[in-house]
T-cell receptor, first 116, second 113 residues
């Protein structure tokens, strides 16, 4: 099976707390890409990061960091010193091959609420 | 730079009506996709296209049709709307598909009553 599991349906934190969003994936492909998207209350999908299966280096971008571990098939996302503007639904996604193209398989999302 | 443009943003349909969701991209991308997002769920692929004149089914194609006569346009047709098609619809495009993050439109919120 090829799927993405985001076990945390909803997380609520107080502003300035650190928070980690979990993502576990399954794929039979040896080469694949993983993504994180943010969906704020306005509804659009905002691309955050892409990681390929050959690159297990952690990535940091400002208050955001990502931990990719092939051994555990996980691609977790940490927000440091959370802010109210981080409140959104966050989706983890996996790029998998179809007949003539590739598609993104999305997890069910984690709703993050950051309270002032 | 418009990216991916979807119209309309909102629509209410009565059961049995038909409509077309429009999607246009100005990035000369070959790959285009239609996803639907049900409440509290992730996105599921309806149809996709790898170039003008070529379309194929995704995971949940029943009740929908698509066409791709130009590189820019990828309309999604709903025939005989049903309440189960109440959802938010996203169109996306990509230059290559694999490994390249998609550019998504802003979505169409459709309610069937």
């Amino acid at each position: 099976a090829q799927k993405v599991t985001q076990a945390q349906t909803e997380i609520s934190v107080v502003e300035k707390e650190d928070v980690t969003l979990d993502c576990v994936y399954e794929t039979r492909d040896t080469t694949y890409y993983l993504f994180w998207y943010k969906q704020p209350p306005s509804g659009e999908l905002v691309f955050l990061i892409r990681r390929n299966s050959f690159d297990e280096q952690n990535e940091i971008s400002g208050r955001y960091s990502w931990n990719f571990q092939k051994s555990t098939s996980s691609f977790n996302f940490t927000i440091t010193a959370s802010q109210v503007v981080d409140s959104a639904v966050y989706f983890c996604a996996l790029s998998v091959r179809m007949d003539s193209s590739y598609k993104l398989i999305f997890g069910s999302g984690t709703r993050l609420l950051v309270r002032p | 730079n418009a990216g991916v443009t979807q119209t309309p943003k909102f629509r209410i349909l009565k059961i049995g009506q038909s409509m077309t969701l429009q999607c246009t991209q100005d990035m000369n991308h070959n790959y285009m996709y239609w996803y639907r997002q049900d409440p509290g769920m992730g996105l599921k692929l309806i149809y996709y296209s790898v170039g003008a004149g070529i379309t194929d089914k995704g995971e949940v194609p029943n009740g929908y049709n698509v066409s791709r006569s130009t590189t820019e346009d990828f309309p999604l047709r709903l025939e005989l709307a049903a309440p189960s098609q109440t959802s938010v619809y996203f169109c996306a495009s990509s230059s290559s598909g694999y490994g390249y993050g998609y550019t998504f439109g802003s979505g169409t919120r459709l309610t069937v009553v």
